[in-house]
């Protein structure tokens, strides 16, 4: 594979949009949207696709804190952690990207699982 993960999501155009839907999922997702009722839906956006860039090897660098601290206190189930999988397979699939990086995507975020869960 010679072209980074962020080239092959469609670069920061693409992975913007693909922040805006994953957000606008989590927001409308029975079971987790009232997470998200005190968030800055814009500025979680944006922030979201600083992360997707960075992790993927683009420009946008994320700045905010480590996943750990993040998501600290916050109790996250494991029934959670897969509603927010499957919407960002979601935004993936509504973005028309491929399922060789949706697996890629799917993978760097379950190993970082024991980052957001029960912490
Ligand atoms: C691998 C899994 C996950 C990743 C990579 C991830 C990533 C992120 C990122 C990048 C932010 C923005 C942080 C910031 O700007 O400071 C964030 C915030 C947040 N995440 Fe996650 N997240 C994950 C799983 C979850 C799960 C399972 C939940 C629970 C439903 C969750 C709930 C939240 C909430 C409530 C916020 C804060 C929103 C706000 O008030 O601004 N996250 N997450």
Same mark, same amino acid.
């Given at each position: 594979?010679?072209?980074?993960?962020?080239? !092959?999501? /469609?670069?920061?155009?693409?992975?913007?949009?693909? @922040?805006?839907?994953?957000? *606008?999922?989590?927001?409308?997702?029975?079971?987790?949207? #009232?997470?998200?009722?005190? @968030?800055?839906?814009? &500025?979680?956006?944006?922030?979201? &696709?600083?992360?997707?860039?960075? /992790?993927?090897?683009?420009?946008?660098?994320?700045?905010? &804190? *480590?996943?750990?601290?993040?998501?600290? !206190?916050?109790?996250?189930?494991?029934?959670?952690?897969?509603?927010?999988? *499957?919407?960002?397979?979601? @935004?993936? #699939?509504?973005?028309?990207?491929?399922?060789?990086?949706?697996?890629?995507?799917?993978?760097?975020?379950? /190993?970082? #699982?024991?980052?957001?869960? !029960?912490?």
């Amino acid at each position: 594979m010679s072209s980074s993960l962020y080239d !092959r999501l /469609g670069g920061m155009d693409a992975i913007n949009q693909i @922040a805006c839907d994953i957000v *606008d999922l989590h927001v409308a997702n029975p079971l987790i949207g #009232k997470r998200f009722v005190n @968030a800055d839906a814009d &500025a979680l956006k944006r922030s979201v &696709a600083a992360f997707l860039s960075s /992790g993927s090897g683009g420009p946008d660098i994320y700045t905010g &804190a *480590d996943m750990h601290t993040v998501h600290a !206190r916050m109790n996250i189930e494991a029934d959670e952690l897969l509603a927010v999988l *499957d919407n960002v397979v979601a @935004a993936l #699939k509504r973005n028309q990207i491929a399922l060789p990086e949706i697996r890629e995507v799917l993978f760097i975020l379950y /190993g970082m #699982k024991e980052e957001v869960l !029960r912490i």
